[in-house]
């Protein structure tokens, strides 16, 4: 059976009026439900009374409306009902997400991307307007959508389009992005939605060419964007449709609505090189994927966000889009990966005479946001220890490099930071060279303190660099730096010292840690942003600003297999603990 549908755009706070116009409507045309694109509230004293009187129950919404993200932030009350109340926000009134799936008791899948993109999320996006192209990447899994909704345009919308070029050829266009045409050109939604603020563009249908060439069908989509609720320039902000998910998909070739083109996304990658690094290790948060019915009058207090699984964490092996081109090594419990972005160039640390940058993970092979959640004791104590084993192989590593290198000054110990917060994907740890007469002089450390006293953090707690994180401390912040030796000749693998540190030939290791309280806003980026002080190379602390190509990646890669492989403990077969 058809689905009555009614898509209104940014209401931009007029929410009284806009369900006022509702309920006229729903009482002529018995909708089955409304969607409310790009952003529903406003700032002004007069709209912030209407969202309390919203969330009071006193303004009536006629019927089960579903809303987003747009790109403004959702007013602090009501971010504060939504995670309440499984982002319910009133009667009738669903929140869909930042990013996600959702289906309606009338079967019709609706996908989610809202917000503007942006290269790194702030550290609770749940509620936030922005998104990145991993998010919209993690998507794809839906496989297929009756409604996509999406703030920003897919890039190259307009390709071969006459009413383009007819109807919108002057105006100001909304900001485009290739994921999201990647990601119709995936789902291949019947109908695609967006916003735009003072006019209103409807594209001609569109269909994606079949992946069989012997499939004869078409699957067609219709993009539509509407303007905002009672725009000035008096532009079309409504729009309603009949959709029956029970209908075929695809249809042949003389049955394609009139003035369909070809997708023009056709000549668009299909796929964005995967989009992972170091903070996506630290900073994956809930995908927000979730496929459940609407209960306009009751809800199912399941409906809650759960964090995407190993098949869509881009740290996990299992995940069919894992890049394995960048793995150096592989044990039991863990791994090895250069670094999306690495901070380092490879010009940074002569010593490397620019064979790669130096920027590696360590990733548990768990899927796990903390080492404390990684299965029973003994599997969490072997993770740990092969962690720790390949931290130190790449330190021996440097050492030997170092024996090559006349100038002192050029010389390398390395720094090892980890932050362990419950609500990240995957837990990883960063290890990355720096120069050890910086070590000696005591410049890692006091950057460390010093940064973390102007960010209002806990003072750092000194810790063994072989012992773990007490389990009551919960989430905290850990670096392993670089401390002068007791001696110039002071033995490889020596334990020597106070405690929290350790010998390692040319320079001690010292461990500090600094508590995290679960409320506490924490910047993920502080380890980077730290030594990216330390190593004058500020201009790259956003990874994303520095990514290499799969081809730099790919050589990286190979060049620290070649330096690590005497010290790869992997390739003895066994992958058993020794020194």
């Given at each position: ?79 504060a ?31 989610t991307?809202?917000g ?34 999406s ?25 485009a992005?290739q ?26 249908p569109?269909y ?65 090189p ?38 869509e ?24 990966t ?44 072997a ?9 130190k ?59 973390a006293?102007?960010?209002?953090y ?24 670089p ?43 502080f ?36 330096a ?7 390739l003895?077969?066994?992958?058993e603990?020794?020194?």
């Amino acid at each position: 059976m058809a689905s009555k549908v009614i898509v209104m755009g940014s209401i931009n706070g007029a929410i009284r009026k806009a369900f006022a116009m509702l309920g006229k409507v729903q009482t002529k045309q018995n909708l089955s439900f409304a969607i409310l694109l790009g952003d529903l509230f406003g700032e002004s004293s007069s709209e912030v009374e209407d969202v309390l009187a919203l969330l009071k129950g006193e303004i009536a919404v006629p019927l089960p409306t579903y809303f987003a993200i747009g790109n403004a932030p959702l007013p602090t009350s009501v971010v504060a009902k939504l995670k309440a109340s499984s982002n319910e926000l009133c009667h009738n009134l669903f929140f869909l997400g930042r990013r996600g799936t959702f289906k309606t008791s009338e079967g019709v899948k609706i996908v989610t991307l809202g917000g503007s993109l942006m290269q790194q999320l702030p550290e609770n996006p749940e509620y936030e307007p922005f998104f990145t192209e991993n998010d919209a990447r993690g998507l794809h899994g839906a496989n297929n959508a009756d409604i996509l909704l999406s703030s920003e345009w897919p890039l190259g919308l307009n390709s071969g389009s006459q009413s383009a070029r007819d109807d919108i050829r002057d105006e100001p266009l909304p900001q485009a992005q290739q994921c999201i045409s990647n990601l119709c050109s995936t789902l291949k939604p019947r109908y695609h939605f967006s916003t735009s603020s003072t006019f209103f563009f409807e594209r001609e249908p569109f269909y994606h060419t079949p992946s069989d060439p012997n499939n004869d069908t078409r699957q067609v989509t219709r993009f539509l964007s509407l303007s905002s609720f009672k725009n000035p320039s008096g532009a079309k902000f409504v729009y309603a449709f009949n959709l029956d998910p029970s209908e075929p998909t695809s249809l042949p070739p003389t049955q394609l609505p009139p003035s369909t083109t070809p997708s023009p996304f056709t000549t668009a990658p299909k796929r964005l090189p995967p989009h992972t690094d170091q903070r996506s290790t630290y900073n994956r948060f809930n995908g927000n994927e979730h496929d459940h019915h609407h209960r306009p009058r009751k809800r199912n207090n399941n409906n809650n966000f759960t964090p995407a699984g190993p098949s869509e964490c881009f740290f996990c092996l299992s995940n069919p889009l894992f890049e394995k081109h960048m793995v150096v090594s592989i044990g039991n419990e863990s791994y090895v990966t250069i670094s999306k972005g690495p901070l380092p160039t490879l010009t940074t640390f002569p010593a490397l005479n620019g064979a790669f940058p130096g920027h590696m993970l360590i990733i548990p092979l768990s899927h796990v946001s903390t080492l404390a959640n990684v299965g029973d004791a003994s599997t969490h104590a072997a993770t740990f220890a092969e962690m720790g084993r390949f931290r130190k192989a790449m330190d021996q590593m440097l050492l030997k490099i170092n024996a090559k290198v006349p100038e002192k000054h050029q010389r390398l110990a390395s720094v090892t930071f980890e932050v362990s917060r419950n609500r990240v994907r995957h837990l990883g740890w960063q290890w990355l060279p720096v120069p050890a007469e910086y070590g000696a002089k005591g410049l890692v450390e006091a950057a460390f303190r010093v940064k973390a006293e102007d960010f209002g953090y806990e003072p750092f707690v000194k810790i063994g660099p072989e012992e773990q994180v007490p389990g009551d401390v919960g989430e905290y912040f850990r670096v392993w730096v670089p401390t002068k030796p007791d001696t110039d000749t002071a033995m490889e693998g020596m334990d020597g010292g106070e405690a929290g540190e350790r010998e390692q030939g040319e320079w001690k290791t010292k461990s500090l840690y600094t508590p995290l309280r679960a409320e506490q806003s924490f910047d993920l980026q502080f380890g980077r942003k730290v030594m990216a002080g330390l190593l004058q190379v500020e201009g790259r602390e956003r990874w994303d600003l520095v990514r290499q190509s799969v081809e730099e990646e790919t050589g990286c890669a190979e060049k620290f297999k070649e330096a690590f492989k005497e010290f790869d403990f992997s390739l003895e077969g066994d992958g058993e603990e020794g020194e």
